[in-house]
């Protein structure tokens, strides 16, 4: 079976990331489209074997089933859909199409694409929305993935699936709108999760204890902690576990109840979560 092209519109860090671990020769060419000059030289020295490199979409035919990557900021995902409309006169020129961008619908990228001209192709576009986080960088994202193959001949969910799992973990949702969960929870997850590292770094700093250590101690923490979080069924009772009566571990956690803290970080993702909502409804 012949491959299909891979293209990447929008060549910014997350693009790179993926692109950087993805297996290439899942298809028969890469074409990282980026218009901005001085990043094109830079994406030049990096980029591997048959991967073209290009400034517009000027010239490009799409092949059936070729996959399109929309890896530029949602202000800028309608403009690059109306190029895509006037490159795709005929069905068999239709691109599967994922967006990584936040926040834009599968409604509004189909909407953007499909026009008057295209009407007739309403119902052959196959269109995806990926969620990566920033720890796709070194392989260790969480992908939120939402669509659905509408002719499903090409296998091409599959293939979606092996782009994403280049760069970590994935998760098919079946809702678009859990995607804003997703948001919330592992696309801004890794601030969080950095905003608790600098806390107790400092506190450990303030304590006693030199940068070098202070991060070094805090980081692994974190990372052994979130290795046994995998196999732990009852987050609660493990917690127990770790709270000798009289202990240290209870001085801290009484503190943090004392405070409200799971509050407050609910009402944090929580409002994380209505933004997401918010950025979708304003993009329809």
Same mark, same amino acid.
């Given at each position: 079976?012949? @491959? /299909?092209?891979? *293209?990447?519109?929008? *060549?910014? !860090?997350m693009?790179?990331? %993926? *692109?950087?671990? +993805? #297996?290439k020769?899942?298809f028969e060419?890469?074409c990282? %489209? ?7 030289i ?5 980029k591997? =074997? @048959?991967?073209q +490199?290009?400034?517009?979409? !000027?010239?490009i035919?799409?092949?059936n089933? #070729?996959?399109v990557?929309?890896a ?6 309608k403009?690059i859909?109306?190029?895509?409309n006037?490159?795709m ?10 967006? %990584? ?7 509004s990228?189909?909407d953007? $694409? $499909?026009?008057?001209? +295209?009407?007739h192709?309403q /119902?052959?576009?196959? %269109? ?7 720890c796709? &960088?070194?392989g #260790?994202s969480?992908?939120?993935?939402f ?13 979606? &699936?092996?782009?994403?799992? &280049?760069? =970590?973990?994935? +998760? ?5 709108? #859990? ?14 999760i ?11 700093q303030?304590?006693?204890l ?11 923490t974190l ?16 917690i127990s ?18 405070? /409200?803290?799971?509050l407050?970080f609910?009402?944090a ?13 304003? /993009?329809?």
């Amino acid at each position: 079976m012949a @491959k /299909n092209k891979l *293209y990447f519109i929008g *060549y910014g !860090h997350m693009a790179e990331a %993926i *692109y950087q671990r +993805l #297996d290439k020769s899942l298809f028969e060419n890469i074409c990282l %489209i980026e218009k901005d000059d001085d990043r094109r030289i830079s994406i030049d020295k990096k980029k591997h =074997g @048959k991967t073209q +490199l290009l400034k517009s979409l !000027h010239g490009i035919k799409f092949c059936n089933s #070729d996959i399109v990557i929309l890896a530029v900021k949602p202000n800028q995902i309608k403009l690059i859909c109306n190029e895509i409309n006037l490159l795709m006169l005929e069905k068999k020129d239709l691109p599967v199409v994922i967006s %990584i961008a936040a926040g834009v619908t599968t409604t509004s990228i189909k909407d953007y $694409i $499909i026009q008057e001209n +295209l009407s007739h192709l309403q /119902n052959f576009l196959n %269109i995806y929305r990926a969620m990566p986080n920033l720890c796709a &960088s070194n392989g #260790d994202s969480i992908t939120g993935l939402f669509g659905s193959s509408i002719s499903d001949t090409t296998n091409t969910k599959n293939t979606v &699936s092996e782009i994403f799992s &280049s760069v =970590g973990e994935i +998760l098919w949702v079946k809702k678009e709108a #859990d995607l804003n969960i997703v948001t919330a929870i592992s696309g801004s997850g890794p601030a969080y999760i950095f905003y608790i590292m600098e806390v107790m770094i400092n506190s450990a700093q303030e304590l006693g204890l030199s940068e070098k250590d202070a991060k070094k101690l805090v980081t692994m923490t974190l990372i052994g902690s979130g290795k046994m979080g995998l196999s732990i069924q009852n987050l609660k009772e493990q917690i127990s576990k770790v709270s000798s009566k009289g202990g240290t571990t209870e001085a801290a956690l009484k503190v943090f109840e004392k405070e /409200n803290l799971g509050l407050i970080f609910n009402q944090a993702i929580e409002a994380a979560h209505a933004r997401s909502k918010e950025i979708s409804q304003s /993009n329809e």
